[in-house]
């Protein structure tokens, strides 16, 4: 396939017409296809036969049966599970590649990759492509690609990423190849016209909600670290989004290694209605090795233990032994200096010991640098102090480094500038060493990660949000513990965490193989823990969807989607509605044997025969609960079934008999069965038909069942036979009181097991039998139970009686008049159930949807036939605590604050850690925040009141107030070291609320202005500004 110099698209997505080269229509036949024709000719076979005509060339690129090679055609394609997700090989090489393509949109420095091939090949045809590799493999390759194709289209492309950090570093990184790029996230606006943007998916749901103009000339949306889906808070945001994506625009979806990548493709692909060509690979451009470390000095630094060679998928067990046994070894050494101590944990001393000799060990063996992860911000703050002995950098390194912090810092205000976080961190930095967490100033987050770009960095101490889409490579990994506290409780890590921070060892073109270490301080965790954490399978990607209340108020904003379908076409519901494709043929199925059915006309059927049919129904409901009482309570069943006792039962084939326990066995029972010699069981319906409708057919045409309320006998002695059988306890609807001491339950038992009775057994049984019958059955007295079973007893004989007097059992074609009865029921009740399955009623999310609906209308965001209110409007300019703000808003609660309490108030909802230092209060804020809860109850009251909230029990927690204090002070001007002072919150954390808090401010300000409150407005920006300062918000080194 040949696909000439300059042969891109004359026709943007989403226009209807383009420019026309009349000099190359033979060309223009493959760049320029309509959407129809993509839609309906996606698979490359076919636009090869289009092309055959033009050149000979492509014969070389095909097989014998006309397909191309390392693809499968559409016909040949297995669509039994995935309609619309195409597997493609990642390893199968693409030959005459660079002749497929012709001029490539972007050049590599490098041989590109067989999946990276198989990729843009895939872009040139303006298809959807999901790329599953494991981190550093390439992926960002299609990703660059694609903003190039783009460029020769002259249309736009967005990439999307899941954090701020990582938008800004591809910002800095696509600036330099591409130029007109822009970046939105949630403080930083550059160059928002640009054709390629940067966002965080949040940013692209709000302009797709609000019918941004700029998508109707958008080609591509990238989706980096689309595995982010997964997210328990924020991976709804990437399903409304590939929901709420036009039509016209294509996707690009690169992910972590996932377990069912395919089935996710399958979502996408349906969602679009676009076919989505899938490439995984699990090969690694560099392979990783695992080791177990139990030294803990210099003297034992070479314990090193390599468990997982590079390139093998086995673990090996002897080196993990030789691992348990040299920490045993030093363990019984150290009992025998100083007595046996129960196992503890490291003290700091030997904490610090452990990672001086561990790292001299790696720099004597040249693998620097070298990323330790500790999931304790408190403990790398507390190792870092440690190291003061630890120096790692060259003198001309020193300068480098020192050199770099000061001309990242020269901006901030010299107050800024002495602040104790930046003089210890730049203390170590020269050194050689950095920490790396959420506690860490954004600032010195971005100095610490382009030093080690440079490779000035050796150590990193970080917690694993540095392995979540930065890409920094290492030569080395290594862990502190692989235990993790994950909000609920301490665990070990899972397959695709710890591989996720294993895959930052081993950096591409510079090392053979990337080394991963696993530090074992006090003991060696289980060899099948590690075998499952290290070889284990990735996760699959999950669904966290949910109907929250911005989602809805938007959805119906916009009018172009239902709420409904928004559920309906979300990842958690896609199983259910691929299952549905099957039930709409059976549904239309029975529709048309419903249609066929000949009423039954009958004059002694017609009038009662469905009245017959519905007390069949309820007979059968109540000896059920009959039969549940009992297994229900399990001092009825042992008591009332024990060996000896007459019950009546109900099955198939013994529908209204009487019988004498055998035997008790859990909820079943071994019966010996009373009928007439010559008794023939009911002919069960036909054999589609469901099991109880073959039970209710076999109950109401039993023979004598007009005595229904008495068990159904032989004629006479002489006749009587009996016959094993096993039943469940539900089968019983009666149960009698009579002595059990009557019957010899030896000689009974024995002739169970052996299918056979003696004369004298039968003849006794018989005998004590009907005495009964004759003389009269009475029902056991449930006096131990508090259960209803003799309610259940007086409805299973009113229902009993009212068969019995049906005239229905006159009729000689009685029987087949009831099958037809059964089956139109059947049909009928069949019918209504797939109606229902079909229908928006059986989402999953759509009682959640009713209850949230109810809170809207409550509160008035809502009319009664759900169109939006200036409330509903208003709230849908919020992007967190929608209701709440709205109300404070709507209450005029902040017209007589003043602005510094109003951001110290509105600090409660964008604050999350657990805990910290308690604030001071001062009177006002004391004041504001009574009035605040007061209005936030209003919707705790609401959402109670709707059943949101089982309780409105614990609901002040939700509201976090720990940086109150703080937030004040720097609204009124105060100086960062010194609010610092006021709280134990890492300097980090106070900057991340305090941007979060201005990104909540602007959204206020949006809600001002819809209400036309122009002071209002002017008031919250007066709040913004006296936030927006200094080194909380200084500017990303990646966009300068």
Known sequence: MIIAKDSYLTQPPGFDEGVVDFGNEDINLLASPTRGDMRNEHDITKILSRLDSITQDNQDYLQGDGTVEGYESEDETDNTK???AIPLDAENTIPDFYKTIGALALEFPFELDPFQKQAIIRLHHHENVMVAAHTSAGKTVVAEYAIALSQHHMTKVIYTSPIKALSNQKFRDFKKKFGDVGLLTGDIQVNRDAQCLIMTTEILRSMLYNGADNTRDLEWVIFDEVHYISDQDRGVVWEEVLIMLPEHVSVILLSATVNNVEDFAEWVGNTKQKNVYVIKTLRRPVPLEHYLYTGISDKTSDELFKVIQANSKTFDSLEYDKARDALNKRKKKKAKETGPKKPCNLSDSAERNLVISFVRMLERKDKLPLVIFILSKAKINKLSEGLKALDLTTAKEKGQIN???STCVKKLKQSDRELPQIKSLRDIMSRGIAIHHSG?????????????ERGLIKLLLATETFAMGINMPTRTVAFDSIQKYDGNCTRFLGSSEYIQMAGRAGRRGLDSTGTVIIFCKTAVPEKGTLESMMQGKATDLTSHFKPTYNMILNVLKGNEIKVEEMLKRSFAEFDSQVRSRGKKKDKKALQTELNSLVPVSCYICSPKIKQLYEYGVELLEAERDFGKEIIDTAKVGKHYLQSGRLIMISTPKFPSHLALVVRLDRDKLEVMVLHDRDYISPVPPADDTPPWSKRLSALLTSPGFTMATKPLAPTSRDTRSFSCERIAITN??????????KFDMNEVRGGYLRKTWETSVTDSVTNIMYDKLEGGLNDVNYTISTLPQQDIQDRLERL?????????????????HLGQTCRKRYLEDTLGELSFQLSYASLQFMPEFKERSRVLRYLSYLDEDDFLQNKGKAACAMSTSELVITEMVFDNFFKNLPVNVIVAILSSMVFTQKRCSPPTWTPDLMEAKDAFLRVAYKVVEAETMCKIRSSDADWEEEFNFGLVEVVNLWANGEEFCEI???????????????TRLD????????????VGDVDFEQKIGAASTSIKRDIVFAASLYIQ
């Open 440 to 452: 860490v100033l954004p600032l010195l987050k971005e100095v610490t990660e382009l030093l080690f």
């Open 980 to 994: 610092k002072e006021r709280t134990d919150v890492d300097e980090g954390t106070i900057v991340r609320c305090i």
């Open 732 to 741: 019983v609807f009666r149960i009698f009181d009579t002595p059990r001491d």
């Open 800 to 816: 009993r009686d009212g068969i019995a007097d049906n005239s229905c059992h006159t009729c000689p074609a009685f029987v087949d």
């Open 403 to 405: 050199s770099y912090i």
């Open 999 to 1010: 990104e909540v401010l602007r959204c206020i300000k949006d809600v001002a202005r819809i």
């Open 82 to 84: 995935f309609k619309w």
